[in-house]
């Protein structure tokens, strides 16, 4: 297998972002980039400017809110958008794909606004349903990777100040516990492989001076299944685009396989 890198980067949204994320793939220079939070439709996401610098890519988005995209230097095939039941009109959270070999999953996976209000009891309903879908449609000895915004920290040392959080949106237990779930499937954290204890963050709100104090939490993953563990030689949290002008508040997470 050839080296091949992976990123997964919420740049809450690719309109006003695009300066950014082109700068950064011409710099970074991925196989994969899966996006998230793209706001808009696939008939306005800018695929010209991405094929300019050789990159295929495919959307599955919505006006507005949510939607998630993948851009790759291989076509995508088998492209999935959506769970496979999802019914119409449902939030654009989803895309998967085959690329060169390795079936990308790429998630926007619900805030949940707050502790115990009903966007927090669909959250953890679409949690399950994505464990779900891992079950119904993946062996565990295949190649499989799960990025994206899993708008949750898995473990006190992947948050800045863990008492603080406890119990709150992004680090409750229900929300650790259907992770975990997830993970049970056979999945590996990427970065834990390679990168140990706390003080690594993918996401700073933007008040505060919450980047500069690096009050940040880890909630932008690459979780790969036991073959890709075996092959994965680095990951790491790209903070520079963090700190550009107008930048999202979360930045690129990546992971290299060889």
Request: hydrophobic content about 40%; glycine content about 6%; some cysteine.
């Amino acid at each position: 297998m050839r080296t091949v890198k992976i990123a997964t980067w919420n740049v809450n949204s690719v309109a006003a972002r695009l300066p950014l994320v082109t700068r950064w793939l011409d710099s970074a220079r991925p196989d994969v980039l899966c996006l998230q939070e793209i706001k808009c439709e696939e008939s306005r996401f800018p695929a010209e400017a991405f094929a300019e610098l050789g990159y295929h890519s495919e959307a599955f988005g919505q006006p507005t809110y949510n939607g998630v995209a993948i851009l790759s230097r291989k076509p995508c095939m088998d492209v999935l958008r959506g769970f496979p039941d999802d019914e119409e009109g449902a939030h654009s959270r989803l895309l998967a794909a085959t690329v060169d070999g390795v079936r990308v999953v790429n998630v926007y996976v619900p805030n949940g606004q707050s502790v115990g209000s009903d966007k927090f009891d669909y959250k953890l309903r679409w949690m399950r349903r994505l464990r779900e879908y891992f079950d119904e449609e993946f062996w565990t000895d295949a190649d499989v990777l799960l990025c994206g915004d899993f708008n949750v920290a898995p473990e006190d040392e992947d948050v800045h100040d863990p008492e603080l959080w406890r119990g709150r949106i992004l680090f409750s237990k229900p929300e650790r516990a259907a992770l975990q779930e997830i993970r049970d499937w056979g999945l590996v954290d990427a970065f834990r492989l390679h990168v140990k204890g706390g003080g690594h963050y993918s996401w700073w709100d933007y008040r505060a001076g919450s980047f500069r104090r690096n009050t940040g939490l880890r909630i932008d993953h690459i979780w790969v299944s036991e073959p890709l563990a075996e092959r994965c030689t680095s990951s790491l949290i790209d903070r520079e685009p963090r700190g550009w002008e107008r930048p999202s508040d979360h930045t690129p997470v990546l992971a290299t396989f060889s």
